[in-house]
């Protein structure tokens, strides 16, 4: 069985600062690894992707990730957060037959 | 590009009625979902497609039937309408042939049920 597990609901920054998301995934199979962003009222947004190779893989508006074998752990950071950052991101699994198996969100609110 | 389309965008509904909300992709993707989103639990499955006229069983099925009639579209129903299925309702699709493709989402649509 697959899961995604992202540690802290909410997570608060003061523009500049680092942002750090958490998640951890459980999965029988290698798994291929996501992060969307979602604004509000809005669709999911694909952030960035690991799939094979390179384990730190770089994304959209400056996020990045690192795939963690060992860890299980697909983080998300940046090294600067900006007040456009404020949004709930989401760590999502991919297995068999393509089935997506998403975290519960983390909401990151920007201070200025 | 229009990509998913969703509609409705919004809707009321009342304990025990039923609607359908409609899906539709223009990316030619093998693959389509269907998940609702609730505060605090993330985006569950509750029915997808691996192919036109094929549908199967997600994490929450219940209370909700589907159809793929159309390899673009991607029918929701809800046959009698419970206030436990207000929500977020998320169509996606993808294109499984492309080794680790990600989910193309569509806008949501909120369901209130009465």
């Known amino acids: 069985a697959q899961s995604v597990t992202q540690l802290g609901s909410h997570v608060s920054v003061s523009e500049g600062a680092l942002v750090l998301l958490r998640c951890n995934y459980s999965s029988s199979v290698p798994p291929y690894l996501f992060w969307y962003v979602q604004y509000p009222n809005q669709g999911l947004q694909l952030l960035l992707k690991?799939?094979?190779?390179?384990?730190l893989v770089k994304g959209i508006n400056g996020f990045e990730a690192e795939f963690k074998k060992s860890e299980t752990s697909f983080h998300l950071t940046k090294p600067s957060a900006h007040m456009s950052d404020a949004a709930e991101y989401f760590c999502a699994v991919s297995v068999n037959f393509n089935k997506f198996y998403f975290g519960s969100g983390t909401k990151l609110n920007v201070k200025p | 590009n229009a990509g998913v389309t969703q509609t409705p965008k919004f809707r009321v509904l009342k304990t025990g009625q039923s609607m359908t909300l409609l899906c539709a992709q223009d990316m030619n993707h093998e693959y389509m979902y269907w998940y609702r989103q609730d505060p605090g639990m993330g985006l569950r499955l509750i029915h997808y497609?691996?192919?036109?006229?094929?549908?199967a069983k997600g994490e929450v099925p219940d209370g909700y039937n589907v159809s793929r009639l159309k390899k673009q579209n991607f029918l929701l129903g809800l046959e009698s309408a419970a206030p436990s299925q207000t929500s977020v309702y998320f169509c996606a699709s993808s294109y499984p042939e492309r080794v680790g493709t990600e989910a193309f989402f569509g806008q949501g649509t909120r369901l209130t049920v009465v």
């Open positions: 690991y799939t094979t190779g390179a384990t």
């Open positions: 497609s691996v192919g036109e006229g094929t549908t």
